[in-house]
Every structure is written in structure tokens, then in C-alpha cells.
């Protein structure tokens, strides 16, 4: 499961994933999801949306990822610091021995506010 703020290229990274490069990027609406195949491997990959009043929502949905992705936009301050709300509510919410993996997309071209030294700490403070 992906999740983060809106806007940040959730859909994008899962699109990338899927090989699916030609679809059109719309804003996820609910909760939308992808099947990657790799050989016998096979991944489902939950596509969330970031606004506030979809967060409720999204919470119920925890106790079937395995791992969550949690998601920033290096170039968007607001994002990287919304992190904590998200991290909150997986401890609230989540199994404790959920797999967490922070991801910090750098967009060419936008100058970037979150250095890695800092996504780095993050991940360290909360065990990811």
C-alpha cells in the first residue's frame, strides 16, 4: 500500500511499477489498486488517495498490506512533515510488525526541500 499527501506521484511511482507508462495520471479517487507479475512472484499494490477525507477510510484498509509505502515529494516541505500524521495513525491502526518504507520522489527541475539526510532520520526515529 502507497500512501502519503495528494499530489506528491503516488500513481505515477505505481504506474512505473506496472509498466503502465501510457495511462493517463487522473487523481485517485477511493482506492485503486495494480497487479505487478514477475515471474511466480506477484504483488498487488494499493493506490490511496491523500486528501484528509479519505484518511479514515484508508486506516480500515491497513490490516491487509503487508508492507506500506509511505510517500513524499522531496521538492514539497508539507508533505515530508505530514509524514508524522500518517505515522501516527499506522501505529494507532496497523499490525506493529507492518513493514514501513519511506520514499522520497525528486522531481527534475523543482528545487528540492527535503534532504535525504532528514528522510534518513525519519526512517531511523521510527524503526523503518
Given at each position: 500500500?502507497?500512501?502519503?499527501?495528494?499530489?506528491?506521484?503516488?500513481?505515477?511511482?505505481?504506474?512505473?511499477?506496472?509498466?503502465n507508462?501510457e495511462?493517463?495520471?487522473?487523481?485517485?479517487?477511493?482506492?485503486?489498486?495494480k497487479?505487478?507479475?514477475?515471474?511466480?512472484f506477484?504483488?498487488?499494490v494499493?493506490d490511496?488517495?491523500?486528501?484528509q477525507?479519505?484518511?479514515k477510510?484508508?486506516?480500515?484498509?491497513?490490516?491487509?498490506?503487508?508492507?506500506l509505502?509511505?510517500?513524499f515529494?522531496?521538492?514539497?516541505?508539507?508533505?515530508?512533515?505530514?509524514?508524522?500524521?500518517?505515522?501516527?495513525?499506522?501505529?494507532q491502526?496497523?499490525?506493529?510488525?507492518?513493514?514501513?518504507?519511506?520514499?522520497?520522489?525528486?522531481?527534475?527541475?523543482?528545487?528540492?526541500?527535503?534532504?535525504?539526510?532528514?528522510?534518513?532520520?525519519?526512517?531511523?526515529?521510527h524503526?523503518?
Amino acid at each position: 500500500m502507497v500512501i502519503g499527501d495528494s499530489n506528491i506521484g503516488k500513481t505515477v511511482f505505481i504506474n512505473a511499477l506496472t509498466d503502465n507508462h501510457e495511462e493517463p495520471v487522473v487523481k485517485t479517487c477511493g482506492v485503486d489498486f495494480k497487479q505487478v507479475t514477475r515471474g511466480n512472484f506477484r504483488v498487488i499494490v494499493w493506490d490511496t488517495p491523500g486528501e484528509q477525507r479519505f484518511r479514515k477510510a484508508i486506516k480500515t484498509l491497513y490490516h491487509k498490506a503487508t508492507v506500506l509505502v509511505l510517500a513524499f515529494d522531496s521538492a514539497n516541505s508539507e508533505s515530508f512533515i505530514n509524514l508524522e500524521q500518517w505515522i501516527e495513525s499506522i501505529n494507532q491502526h496497523a499490525e506493529p510488525k507492518l513493514k514501513k518504507v519511506l520514499l522520497g520522489f525528486i522531481n527534475q527541475g523543482k528545487e528540492r526541500w527535503v534532504n535525504a539526510e532528514d528522510a534518513e532520520e525519519l526512517a531511523r526515529s521510527h524503526r523503518f
